[in-house]
Nanobody
Framework: QVQLVESGGGLVQAGGSLRLSCAASGRTFSPYAMAWFRQAPGKEREFVAYISWSGGNTYYADSVKGRFTISGDNTKSTVYLQMNSLKPEDTAVYSC?????????????????WGQGTQVTVSS
């Protein structure tokens, strides 16, 4: 069983930065891709970014491109999301997810493991 635990959320002013971490534990962790999703109150879950675990290929939602950076550390089984130039509309619960079947996708339903989420609140 794989467990994903996010950290690093909090309250920040617009224009500020936060770095989220997602640490994996459990059996040998070897995902094909890792991703970040977010869900704001009253809205559906939204794809943010993914990274291929072996090659480091990345892909971002248009809404965060140029402001957010996803990265991974295989030695620590940890994926990061550096968020810069934060906006109030970035306020949401951010969750990391792991895909193990060999698919890099923006669709949440294809991801096999999920963290519990961490709250990010951006004040104006």
């Amino acid at each position: 069983q794989v467990q994903l635990v996010e950290s690093g959320g909090g309250l920040v002013q617009a224009g500020g930065s936060l770095r989220l971490s997602c640490a994996a534990s459990g059996r040998t962790f070897s995902p094909y891709a890792m991703a970040w999703f977010r869900q704001a109150p009253g809205k559906e879950r939204e794809f943010v970014a993914y990274i291929s675990w072996s090659g480091g290929n990345t892909y971002y939602a248009d809404s965060v491109k140029g402001r957010f950076t996803i990265s991974g550390d295989n030695t620590k089984s940890t994926v990061y999301l550096q968020m810069n130039s934060l906006k109030p509309e970035d306020t949401a619960v951010y969750s990391c997810a792991a895909e193990t079947s060999g698919l890099m996708t923006t669709k949440a339903s294809f991801y096999d493991y999920w963290g519990q989420g961490t709250q990010v609140t951006v004040s104006s």
